[in-house]
């Protein structure tokens, strides 16, 4: 009996040493925080592991992250992610449905922003802008040719505008001719004839059935007017006009002294079309909305992907400018030593008491042996 008693002894005693010993190995790692001294003397062990080699352990974990974890290849790898893209284009077209779901005027962002002063002045800004380039606009373009001013959109469109213009023009005539009000415009010119001509065309006059010549020459007028070979002269003819008017000089068609008086009619004209004070009360959203799902399936893609390939081309510059190893670094000077081992707990803490058990039962072990040594022996 006395045996069992002996090894149950050594037992509970070894178990004991072995989870105490371990335990306060564990507890050392952190505590005490700081270094204790008598008088002096610092007492051996103080501060913990941890406490005493903080800095050191700060610069390493900083060099891992940096050079092991956080590198510029995992950064590049994640921006190529697909996964990535979409989550980005998700949450970009929900932000800005959000967006459009808020009416908001020019007036009101401009109040947000504290820019208020810019929106009462932008009128006479935009005017001044619009002066001064049409200001220079003149300066360089003067001696140049209308031709060679306008753009060649506006000549093209213009080239392809003349037959209508020509077919439109002489409806117009035509159907004129033919009204009443025509007519008797034509009667006033063959009388205005006659009458130029003296006594040779008052003779003329008293052969003539004035009303039933005007009539005929009304239906002759019209009839010339809706032939074919008409359009194609009249549209030679307006080309013709054209070509000489392109070529003149831009300083002969506006002359230096008409140049001012013409910017402030233009832009006064523009102001008026642009309606500035409206369209700074109207709501952004109102514009926007008519394009919203043409923004959300091409802008917002294009946007997203515009935005990776940047991040991709200049991810290794921003990482170095960042400084990962010390940004990691100074956050983990930044905790406080009880924050650190509370973190070290919350990761470890069933590891760290498994630790402490492990302690024990060694400890229990080594006791079982040592009994069964020191009956038998």
């Excluded at 006594?199 to 005007?214: A, E, P, Q, S, Y």
């Amino acid at each position: 009996m006395n045996a069992w008693m002996t090894i149950l002894f050594m037992v509970i005693v070894g178990a004991f040493i072995g989870a105490a010993t371990n335990f306060i190995a564990i507890r050392m790692l952190f505590r005490p925080f700081e270094a204790k001294y008598i008088g002096k003397w610092r007492v051996p062990f103080t501060p913990g592991v941890i406490p005493k080699r903080r800095e050191e352990l700060a610069v390493k974990i900083g060099e891992v992250v940096a050079e092991h974890l956080l590198t510029n290849e995992a950064v590049q790898e994640k921006l190529s992610e697909e996964t990535l893209r979409a989550e980005l284009i998700v949450t970009t077209n929900e932000l800005v449905l959000e967006k459009l779901r808020v009416a908001t005027t020019p007036n009101e962002l401009l109040a947000q922003w504290d820019m208020t002063e810019f929106g009462d002045t932008a009128h006479v800004r935009i005017e001044v802008f619009l002066q001064g380039q049409l200001d220079q606009f003149f300066v360089k373009r003067n001696d140049q040719s209308v031709q060679t001013v306008l753009p060649d959109v506006v000549q093209q469109e213009l080239a392809r505008k003349i037959p209508a213009i020509t077919t439109q023009t002489l409806q117009k005539i035509g159907l004129f001719t033919a009204s009443d009000a025509g007519k008797l415009q034509i009667k006033a010119m063959i009388e205005r004839i006659l009458a130029e001509h003296g006594k040779v065309g008052g003779m003329v006059g008293l052969f003539l059935n004035n009303d039933t010549f005007v009539t005929r020459m009304q239906k002759e007028v019209v009839k010339f007017i809706g032939k074919p070979e008409t359009a194609g002269v009249l549209e030679a003819l307006i080309v013709s006009e054209w070509q000489q008017f392109s070529g003149r000089a831009l300083i002969d068609v506006i002359p230096v002294s008409k140049q001012e008086k013409f910017s402030e009619q233009l832009v006064a004209e523009i102001m008026r079309t642009v309606q500035l004070e409206k369209w700074m009360d109207t709501p952004v959203q109102e514009w926007i909305r008519p394009y919203e799902q043409e923004i959300l399936d091409k802008v917002v893609p294009f946007l997203v992907d515009a935005v990776l390939q940047f991040a991709r081309e200049h991810s290794a510059d921003v990482m170095r400018r960042l400084e990962i190893g010390k940004m990691v670094q100074h956050q983990i000077e930044a905790f406080s030593l009880a924050e650190m081992e509370q973190i070290v707990l919350d990761i470890s803490g069933k590891e760290l008491k498994m630790i402490t058990y492990l302690g024990g039962f060694l400890g229990g072990f080594i006791g079982i042996l040592q009994g069964v040594i020191a009956i038998w022996f």
